[in-house]
């Protein structure tokens, strides 16, 4: 009798190893990407049922981006791969969904009169206030990103060396 419980024991074990990182789900970038998949789709649910069904891409291709993402930093892909520049990466998938969901929100609400292309409008709308909230801290992550690159690539003497020649140019 004690065999099945030990099963039951590797199977909880297993799960638990697919599940994200308690750390993770309790930060920003953990909370705003679910939070940027759930209502990525339920605006492509919405569009399928709509008479706008011509903007459903959009949302599919940001649900599927942000559950990637979500595992990839859940994983800690990001720290694997050096080569990809992930805050910037992150930073331009932000702008590109919020700028996008922002137009084709108004395109919906103004141009279509069915309830589904309404809510995805208004849904839409939501998005856009999570994705500029994302990229506004992606933003500032980047930005530390870049301000560390840099501080690695230049030793302080040629830093030193770079303002005391260009306080020179400025006579």
């Not at 199977?11 to 994200?20: I, T």
């Not at 520049?85 to 922002?102: E, G, H, M, N, Q």
């Not at 870049?146 to 006579?171: A, F, H, I, M, N």
């Amino acid at each position: 009798m004690e065999e099945p419980e030990a099963g039951a024991g590797a199977g909880a074990a297993a799960l638990r190893a697919l599940l994200p990182p308690r750390e993770f789900l309790r930060s920003r970038k953990g909370q705003l990407l679910p939070a940027e998949a759930v209502l990525s789709f339920i605006i492509f649910i919405c569009y399928i049922a709509s008479l706008a069904a011509s903007f459903m891409m959009a949302p599919l291709l940001e649900f599927l981006l942000a559950l990637f993402l979500f595992f990839a930093y859940a994983s800690k892909l990001n720290e694997k791969f050096k080569g990809i520049y992930w805050p910037l990466s992150d930073f331009l998938r932000c702008v590109t969904a919020a700028i996008i969901y922002f137009a084709i929100s108004i395109a919906a609400v103004s141009k279509y009169n069915d309830g589904a292309s309404k809510a995805a409008g208004v849904f839409g709308f939501i998005a856009t206030i999570v994705f500029a909230i994302d990229f506004y801290i992606t933003f500032n992550d980047l930005v530390t990103f870049l301000k560390q690159g840099s501080s690695e690539s230049e030793s302080p003497e040629q830093r030193k060396s770079e303002d005391e020649d260009s306080d020179s140019d400025s006579d």
